[in-house]
């Protein structure tokens, strides 16, 4: 990797900036100082900036319980962003693995790695995502045959695919399902005559968010986890 790429990597600088560092004689290589943005840096090299060392910073991986109130974009004008939320560097290359509502609470998956969330999403691949929901009127016994046989959406062509419910009480459920089609669940139970009230995502894949992590708090996710999404 060119060396000035390398810099912009680590820092978020542009490359103008990184040449003109380097050009002012704050690089060095391995203790060497180096004034040629072309240079060519390994994984082993150390590079330092004005006497502080560089990493490269990524490929991350990052669970975030989102709270109510927060939209998954990089801005918006009426509502704070979900990135607001996170004490990251270069927190601008990260993305979310996907979108939660508004007023949808739960498990929220961030990355820089383009890839890995193009696997989680791509419909090729089915995903399992699972919600709890919360519902204005009584959930009906028979709902659990009508989304394991699939539903039909308002607006749409084809019905839902098979989706699996599980009455928690009268006005609570959990529904596993397997596509991402707009405002999903709530257009399900519209579907049927109900209506949403509130909607929490607890699991995506076989990772369940975790008990102990609140809401608008974030983790990273360790190596099981990252596996268990792979």
Known sequence: MRLDKFICDCTGLTRTQAGKSIRQG????????????????????????????LQLIGPRYIMLHKPAGYVCANDDPEHPIVFTLLDEPLVERLHTVGRLDLDTTGLLLLTDDGQWSHRLTSPKHHVAKTYRVW??????????AQFAAGVMLRGEKEPTKPAQLELVATHEALLTIHEGRYHQVKRMFAAIGNKVERLHRERIGALQLPVDLAEGEYRSLNEEEIRLLS
Do not use: Y
């Not at 100082?33 to 004005?50: W, Y």
């Not at 204005?136 to 659990?144: L, R």
């Open 26 to 53: 704050l690089v060095s290589i391995n203790g060497e100082l180096v004034k040629q943005a072309a240079r060519q840096v390994s994984v082993t090299d150390q590079v330092e900036l004005d006497g502080e060392p």
């Open 135 to 144: 519902t204005a009127d009584p959930i009906p016994a028979d709902a659990i």
